[in-house]
């Protein structure tokens, strides 16, 4: 896409997400709300009602030996370790996450989840930052290999939306890897608040420990800063060609920033360029235990992208459809940005590697 078409998408819409959050009267329990013990608790979807603005979910959240294939619409993702992660892509290829965002489907590294599998090859580097409150996996894909659009810079998905159903619509989130867990790998903790930007052949995902304090886990899951990237809400040392595992300190959550002293909380604007007065730094890190990634993700190696499409039979619902503007407030627009701040974003991208930000169409 060239600078003047991107700039003129992004100028198209200007519509905050946030301004207009409103539970839909058809599901008006909000995702973040809706909890189910993991596996035998979870309905086959937890967001079926046709009488909602945005529709069901195009997928559905029982995923099982069934429904693990390459046109799974499995919904229901997993964040445990760097071998064993799943990030949200769309079901079909060559979509933009801004289009597709409710009907991202789970992608996982490791088969057992009813999942899609990540092709081999897409994982091109990946830094895991294990905090007290938070798990933080940042890193570099060929996002072309999980169905996004070639140039896509992508956009956020999260727990929360317009409509408060979630992006993807009903997606849901468990974790083994909390020391609230126990230190049983075999048991799941549902994670009720989590951000995962995709997009400009990077992603980064934070899950917050859900036995920390609300409070915690909207400041470290915050999902508010859509337009910003990975950078700025999931500061970052990934490099590409490298897999690693650090204890990390808590970031300063996205937002606030000290000037002598005093903490002051930066705004996303609603439209136009963003425009932070102070660049978010990476938390200091320790312990680091770097990997082999044919060995990390061994279980893959043979997982070869199919480009096939998505019948309409396998979502249970209806066919995947194109999310164009479904009229939810303020969903149906992406929102805009000045295009100078993304592509300024973009070159950062190429010449520091890990300072990867998109522009976010959520
Ligand atoms: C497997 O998952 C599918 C899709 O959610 C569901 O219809 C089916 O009942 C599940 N099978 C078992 C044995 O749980
Ligand atoms: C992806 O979609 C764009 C826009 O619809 C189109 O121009 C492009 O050729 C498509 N790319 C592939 C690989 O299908
Ligand atoms: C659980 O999995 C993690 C990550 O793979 C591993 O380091 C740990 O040893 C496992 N714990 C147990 C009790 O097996
Ligand atoms: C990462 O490295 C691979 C292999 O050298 C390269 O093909 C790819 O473009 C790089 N990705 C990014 C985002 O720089």
Not at 17 to 37: E, S
Not at 266 to 291: E, F, K, R
Not at 344 to 361: D, E, P, Q, Y
């Amino acid at each position: 896409m060239s600078r003047s078409t991107l700039s003129a998408i992004l100028v198209l819409a200007a519509v905050s997400k946030f301004a207009f959050a409103q539970p839909d009267p058809a599901d008006p329990t909000p995702l973040v709300d809706k909890t189910y013990a993991y596996p035998s608790g979870i309905p086959y979807q937890v967001d079926y009602n046709t009488a909602a603005i945005r529709g069901p979910q195009v997928g559905y959240n029982i995923c099982n030996s069934t429904t693990e294939n390459q046109e799974s619409m499995c919904q229901t993702s997993m964040v445990n370790h760097i071998d064993d992660f799943c990030l949200w892509a769309p079901p079909i290829p060559n979509s933009t996450i801004g289009d597709t965002e409710q009907e991202e489907v789970a992608w996982c590294t490791k088969p057992g989840h009813g999942t899609r599998l990540i092709p081999n090859g897409v994982l091109q580097g990946v830094q895991v930052l294990v905090t007290s409150a938070y798990i933080q996996i940042a890193g570099f894909i060929d996002q072309t290999q999980v169905n996004m659009a070639a140039d896509d810079y992508g956009g956020e998905l999260d727990p929360h939306g317009a409509d408060l159903r979630g992006n993807p619509l009903g997606g849901l989130m468990y974790s083994n890897a909390f020391p609230s867990n126990g230190g049983n790998n075999n048991t799941y903790q549902q994670v009720i608040d989590w951000t995962n930007f995709m997009g400009g052949n990077a992603f980064c995902m934070t899950i917050c420990d859900p036995a920390s304090s609300s409070d915690d886990q909207a400041a470290y899951c915050q999902n508010i800063y859509d337009r910003m990237g990975c950078s700025y809400n999931m500061p970052n040392n990934a490099q590409n060609g490298t897999f690693e595992v650090c204890d990390a300190d808590l970031k300063t959550p996205a937002g606030l920033y000290v000037t002598n002293g005093v903490t002051s909380t930066y705004s996303q604007p609603a439209s136009g360029a963003v425009d932070p007065p102070y660049t978010a730094v990476v938390p200091a890190s320790s312990n680091c235990v770097t990997y082999n990634s044919a060995a990390l993700y061994s279980a893959i190696a043979t997982v070869t992208p199919t480009g096939s499409t998505v019948s309409a039979s396998a979502t249970g619902t209806g066919s995947v459809k194109a999310s164009t503007g479904t009229g939810s407030s303020g969903t149906a627009s992406p929102t805009s940005t000045g295009g100078a701040v993304a592509l300024g974003v973009s070159s950062v991208a190429a010449i520091a590697g890990t300072a990867f930000a998109m522009i976010f169409l959520s």
